[in-house]
């Protein structure tokens, strides 16, 4: 729907008819003046998600990325499967922490039931600089099944050759 087809956000301010008991004028002025910025809010956000749709392709990803997976190294691109869309969550659990993040593990954990349907539409993988091991013994103390995880290994080897130079 474009812009021009739309009511105008005061005709549908003024037209709400949700009204709280016992309501004051200037509650009911403050409401109308509020719905109508809620209002103009939302087109402005539908602006700009219609402005993102329309960007044309980014730069191409040149190098060549591996990751340690649990079956073994993985290219950048294989982690797509046959999904054209790829969600890629960074696991705070990097090698110098004791702990993974528990803000991390907590919003992963609420994945699991979830991933079988999220990926029916995209590749959904999480990664982590820890070695895969380290990463495994974790997905497995949480009875995590349907985590795909992942060591980013390049990034830890890239470090390590910049910190011994």
């Given at each position: 729907?474009?812009?021009?087809?739309?009511k105008p956000?005061?005709?549908?301010?003024?037209?709400?008819?949700?009204?709280?008991?016992?309501?004051?004028?200037q509650?009911?002025?403050?409401?109308?003046?509020l719905?109508?910025?809620?209002?103009?809010?939302?087109?402005?956000?539908?602006?700009?998600?219609?402005?993102?749709?329309?960007?044309?392709?980014?730069?191409?990803?040149?190098?060549g990325?591996?990751?340690?997976?649990?079956?073994?190294?993985?290219?950048?691109?294989?982690?797509?499967?046959?999904?054209?869309?790829?969600?890629?969550?960074?696991?705070?659990?990097?090698?110098?922490?004791?702990?993974?993040?528990?803000?991390?593990?907590?919003?992963?954990?609420?994945w699991?039931?979830?991933?079988?349907?999220?990926?029916?539409?995209?590749?959904?993988?999480?990664?982590?600089?820890?070695?895969?091991?380290?990463?495994?013994?974790?997905?497995?103390?949480?009875?995590?099944?349907?985590?795909?995880?992942?060591?980013?290994?390049?990034?830890?080897?890239?470090?390590?050759?910049?910190?011994?130079?």
């Amino acid at each position: 729907m474009t812009g021009s087809m739309l009511k105008p956000a005061i005709e549908l301010a003024h037209a709400s008819r949700v009204h709280h008991p016992n309501e004051s004028a200037q509650y009911r002025r403050a409401r109308e003046a509020l719905l109508l910025e809620e209002i103009e809010l939302r087109r402005h956000i539908e602006r700009v998600a219609a402005q993102r749709r329309e960007l044309p392709p980014g730069g191409a990803v040149t190098k060549g990325y591996v990751f340690d997976g649990e079956g073994g190294k993985v290219a950048f691109a294989d982690l797509f499967g046959d999904k054209q869309t790829l969600v890629v969550y960074s696991y705070m659990f990097g090698s110098q922490r004791e702990k993974p993040c528990p803000m991390c593990t907590s919003f992963m954990g609420t994945w699991e039931a979830k991933l079988p349907d999220v990926e029916r539409r995209v590749a959904f993988v999480f990664v982590a600089r820890s070695p895969i091991e380290r990463l495994v013994a974790a997905k497995k103390a949480r009875g995590w099944t349907q985590h795909k995880i992942y060591s980013d290994f390049s990034l830890r080897a890239a470090a390590r050759i910049g910190t011994q130079a």
